[in-house]
């Protein structure tokens, strides 16, 4: 029998979105019966992630919890979120709900410590960063991120400005400053770039760089395709999907 992946989106939509193309993009599948039967809930009634963390507003954790029994009810072997930031709340849950959740934090540090990565440029959500999230490993890799600053005025205004990388509509100003805010990261001499949040990688495919990156959306993906027993394209079977 085949197995059933979920899939919580809407945070962002597109970045959700560009979850789902990218596992599709990357198995092997000749006919529809090929492809995995996925759920996707874009539950765009979350609550933002890092207003709650930073700043103290309403909690995601009642939409996200709804998502997540909406999962189980409908019998999926796995459950991903495609937000990053989300899993600093996901993480408190009780731990019978999160026996079917695969994390991709704890997924990127592991690739990390396998290629021998230790000084690490990490573009997250200023939630992200305060929740400590990918700090918690600190002891083992040495994370490095923007200052406040420049963490603000570039990278979190790219995401969030009007017309950013969560909108339906992004504006040149958005990729005009996520790819500052990637240089930025980059001259503080780290060893590769980490896209900790989900929108990175929108970004990233529009900068030209020749520092390694990993994105942590493709980290996960390469963990569904696993999970899944999915077969890779024939170009992916022998490469990284998550390093470039």
Do not use: W
Not at 87 to 100: A, I, S
Not at 160 to 168: F, H, P, Q, R, V
Not at 228 to 237: A, S, V, Y
């Amino acid at each position: 029998m085949k197995k059933k992946i979920g899939i919580i989106s809407g945070m962002g939509t597109r970045a959700g979105l560009y979850f789902v193309n990218k596992l599709i993009d990357q198995i092997h599948a000749p006919k529809d019966q090929d492809f995995p039967e996925f759920i996707l809930h874009n539950n765009s009634s979350v609550p933002d992630r890092t207003l709650a963390i930073v700043y103290g507003k309403k909690s995601p954790e009642r939409e996200l919890l709804r998502s997540i029994k909406m999962m189980n009810e409908l019998q999926v072997d796995y459950i991903v979120l495609t937000c990053i930031t989300s899993y600093h709340f996901v993480n408190m849950l009780d731990k019978e709900l999160l026996k079917n959740i695969l994390n991709p934090v704890e997924l990127t540090i592991n690739v990390l410590l396998q290629k021998g990565y230790r000084r690490i440029g990490l573009m997250a959500t200023t939630g992200t960063i305060k929740s400590k999230l990918f700090h918690k490993h600190s002891e083992e890799i040495d994370l490095i991120t923007l200052n406040e600053k420049e963490q603000e005025e570039l990278f979190m205004k790219s995401i969030y400005m009007d017309g950013g990388l969560k909108s339906s509509e992004i504006k040149e100003e958005a990729y005009y400053l996520f790819e500052k805010a990637f240089d930025t990261l980059k001259e503080y001499e780290v060893d590769v770039m980490v896209g900790g949040c989900s929108e990175v990688q929108i970004g990233y495919e529009n900068i030209t760089t020749e520092i390694p990156y990993i994105d942590t959306m493709s980290v996960l993906v390469d963990e569904v395709i696993k999970v899944m027993n999915l077969k890779k394209t024939t170009n992916e079977q022998e490469a990284d999907t998550f390093l470039v």
